[in-house]
């Protein structure tokens, strides 16, 4: 639905029109695979989020230092430096870029999950582990890693990651409920036939705690969460 003809092009015309307006620019440059046992060095291991973060990637000033959810910045921010054992903890980068009170989040062609375009930002992962919702548990991934492109050799190194309960993987998040309230903003936009969605990480922030503290489990399947409840697991 929404297109370009070169990667290269696209990516540079972004950065162009955000330096002109003295805007920074993030993106996911996730690797799963170091939980599967790969290596993963922050200089040379690509981004598994597709081409345009890959091309984005190249071009960064800072790639943030976890091995499995970095970041990559278009202008080097120490306000974005990941500093924390688990991937979306208090002084990840994920948990910081959930905090700023002037970050705009730009969802392009992602597509929906369950009911709604709000996905994509695994900043609503960091508000779970806010909350530590009962269908998540922490699992630590360790392995080799070279978190600085400085780093001559590949350390032992573990992160913690939140991950899904395995009595629960087979639900869906259904994020709708949380949406509805972030587009009571005027700041938020969503055109759902070209899968854009834009809106403001201070305002997920805002609706997501609320409506985490009226259900805990409201984003998964309805009988998953009565299920959750009837063994007080809340």
């Not at 899968?195 to 409201?218: C, P």
Request: proline share 1%; glycine share 6%; charged share 30%.
């Amino acid at each position: 639905k929404i297109g370009f003809k070169n990667a290269f092009d696209f990516v540079d015309a972004i950065e162009a029109e955000c330096k002109s307006r003295d805007i920074n620019i993030v993106m996911n440059s996730f690797t799963w695979k170091y939980c599967k046992g790969f290596t993963y060095s922050s200089d040379e291991t690509r981004s598994e989020m597709g081409l345009i973060n890959e091309v984005f990637r190249l071009s960064c000033k800072q790639r943030t230092k976890s091995a499995i959810y970095s970041y990559t910045i278009m202008k080097y921010d120490d306000t974005l430096i990941h500093e924390d054992e688990s991937c979306w903890g208090a002084n990840s980068t994920c948990q910081k870029l959930l905090q700023k009170e002037n970050c705009s989040v730009i969802n392009i062609g992602v597509g929906k999950k369950g009911n709604s375009l709000l996905r994509g930002n695994t900043c609503l992962h960091a508000l779970e582990e806010i909350n530590n919702v009962p269908y998540r548990e922490f699992k630590i991934f360790t392995g080799l890693a070279k978190l600085d492109k400085n780093q001559a050799t590949y350390e032992k190194h573990s992160e913690k990651l939140f991950v899904w309960n395995s009595k629960y993987l087979h639900t869906e998040y259904e994020w709708g409920a949380l949406l509805e309230r972030i587009k009571g903003y005027e700041s938020t936009h969503e055109d759902e036939a070209k899968e854009i969605l834009r809106y403001e990480m201070k305002n997920l922030k805002e609706e997501g705690l609320k409506i985490f503290k009226e259900n805990i489990v409201f984003p998964i399947d309805k009988r998953y969460q009565e299920a959750i409840i009837g063994k007080g697991e809340s």
